[in-house]
Structure formats: C-alpha cells, structure tokens
C-alpha cells in the first residue's frame, strides 16, 4: 500500500540552525495523526515543508507517491495539500459564504467574470455549501464572517480548506485559543470528515491529541524522536528522557506555542 504521506529526510537549515533536522515519517491513507513538542521543536516548519510555504534544505515530500518537493504551495493545493493556519487567515469583512466561494474559485481558476456563467456559478455555491454542511456552519452563511466566535472561525477556517478538496489536510493549531466546549466541538467535526482526507495536525492540547490521533509523533530539536499511539508515546522513556530529566510527559508540553 502506497503511503499517503512519505517524508524523506527533510531538513530545513536556516545557517547553522536545523530547524528541521532529517526527518522521516510515513502516513497511511485516512490516518489522523499528530505531530506534538516543545516551543521550537520545529512542528509548524515542518508542516511547511509539507505544504510548499517553506522550502526543503535536503530531503524529499512525496504524497500519493508522488514526489512534491520541488513543487510551490499553489502546485500542491490542486494536489490535494492543504493548510490551515496558526492564525486566523479568514477574511473577516465578507460573509461566511463568500469566504468559502472565493476558496472554491481558487481551486478552480474561475474568475469573477467567468462566474457569469449559470452553470460556473452552480458548481462554486453548491461546492461552498457543501463545506459549510461539513464543519456545521451553514446556518451561518449570510452572516458576516466578523460575527462568528473564535470557535466558529476556526470551523470556517476549516470549511476553507475542505473546499480545496483535500487528500490531505494539515491542521496547525486548530484549538488554539479554544473554550473546552469549543475544542470537544472541534474533535468532533475532524473524526466525522471522511476517510478519503487523511489528517496531521499540529496541537498542544494533549486531551484533544490523545482523544483524536491514532498515532502521534515528537519533535525535539528539529528531531523525529518517537512515533506511536497514544500508550506508546504516553509510556516512552525517551520521551521523558529528552525533556525535564524524565518529568510526566503530561507536562512536557504545556504553554507550547510553536
């Protein structure tokens, strides 16, 4: 079986700093898995190498098997890469509607004049729609985007990236700045999207990882230093033992914001 998501070796070098230091890790079609760390340990680098906002060092991106590396961020959004971001990228004076419909133009190069068409028209509201259905917002289309809470810009934040119809979909810090209720809500709308979208996000809130990921994988330093489930990442000594002198991984990544 062809993995969905196979890093090769990525580094990302800034001078003598490895932000991203050779990692490999591979992620299975439908997987929902979680990258966590420290403040600094790399996380949002590497998720920008995934997506083309960041360029590799060294090292191959390869999705579907196909290899991405060399490809700019727009190239592998029309491959199925899709980001969302660790702050608000909403456009906050248009409705909720129109932000979805101006992601779905983008996917599909239509432009406002093309949109004349009745038929071009049809495809763009009826493909926003059915993202808004998706993260439970479409009674909210009409409202202006200004209106919604912090919980409900990140659901539009993700119904964006739906629109672009994802293979895969990576999620930085979906419930950053979150009520509890906001982020259950969250979990909730990630493992009702189907199976065809694989999932990697980026979350310091170890209650919504360990409810959510099937599998999650630490940074440090730049480092891939373990990968496994729930248990496995809860239990390992070298965990602990890269942090805090073998503190409660519990407490490893508390107040973590990057």
Not at 105 to 114: F, K
Not at 155 to 182: F, H, I, N, T, Y
Not at 230 to 256: H, K, M, P, T
């Amino acid at each position: 079986m062809t993995e969905l998501l196979e890093l090769d070796a990525v580094s990302l070098h800034y001078g003598s700093l490895r932000a991203v230091d050779q990692v490999s890790l591979k992620i299975g079609p439908g997987e929902r898995h979680a990258l966590i760390g420290p403040n600094g340990a790399g996380k949002s680098s590497l998720l920008g190498l995934i997506a083309g906002t960041l360029p590799c060092t060294s090292g191959r991106v390869l999705v579907g098997g196909e290899d991405l590396t060399s490809m700019p961020e727009h190239a592998r959004a029309r491959r199925g890469v899709t980001k969302t971001f660790q702050h608000s990228s909403v456009f906050l004076g248009l409705t909720v509607l129109d932000n979805i419909e101006l992601a779905v133009q983008r996917l599909q190069g239509v432009s406002h004049r093309a949109l004349r068409s009745l038929d071009r028209f049809d495809s763009v509201w009826k493909s926003a729609r059915e993202s808004l259905d998706a993260v439970h917002l479409a009674h909210r289309a009409n409202d202006l985007a200004s209106e919604l809470s912090h919980g409900e810009r990140r659901q539009l934040e993700v119904a964006l990236a739906l629109a672009l119809k994802p293979r895969l979909l990576l999620l930085d810090e979906p419930a950053a700045g979150m009520s509890s209720a906001e982020s259950a809500a969250l979990v909730r709308l990630v493992k009702s999207l189907p199976r065809t979208v694989t999932v990697l996000l980026i979350e310091h809130d170890l209650d919504m990882v360990f409810d959510l990921a099937e599998k999650i994988s630490v940074l440090h330093a730049g480092k891939l230093i373990a990968s496994g489930d729930a248990a496995e990442i809860r239990g390992s000594q070298v965990v602990q033992d890269a942090y805090l002198g073998g503190a409660n991984v519990e407490a490893l990544f508390e107040e973590d914001d990057g």
